[in-house]
Nanobody
Framework: QVQLVESGGGLVQAGGSLRLSCTVS????????MGWYRQAPGKQRELVAG???????NYADSVKGRFTISRDNAKNTVYLQMNSLKPEDTAVYYCNAGVLRKDNSFYTDHWGQGTQVTVSS
């Protein structure tokens, strides 16, 4: 019933920018924390940036100063603005959200399908 759809990925040159979006839809009562993760080939999935319901953010050290996470609660959408992209940022980026669904009394984690970001040198 809950679906997360990412968009905004693509192929860019080093130093360029991309803006990722993730919209949550379905039988939703509320959304708690949201975040962006990424996974490069042969590597484990890692947290890139997170934002809680109050707007507090946290970032991986590798992206601090370059990436910005934000959310629009009215649209159930989280964004990731990525600037000064580097080849090592190349990965599949996944959206995550803690969702309180209708007919439930607890939050559950949900994942998007992922969007490919490729940065060339």
């Amino acid at each position: 019933q809950v679906q997360l759809v990412e968009s905004g990925g693509g192929l860019v040159q080093a130093g360029g920018s991309l803006r990722l979006s993730c919209t949550v839809s379905g039988s939703i009562l509320s959304i708690n924390a949201m975040g962006w993760y990424r996974q490069a080939p042969g590597k484990q999935r890692e947290l890139v940036a997170g934002i809680n319901s109050g707007g507090t953010t946290n970032y991986a050290d590798s992206v601090k100063g370059r990436f910005t996470i934000s959310r629009d609660n009215a649209k159930n959408t989280v964004y990731l603005q990525m600037n000064s992209l580097k080849p090592e940022d190349t990965a599949v980026y996944y959206c995550n959200a803690g969702v309180l669904r209708k007919d439930n009394s607890f939050y559950t984690d949900h994942w998007g399908q992922g969007t490919q970001v490729t940065v060339s040198s």
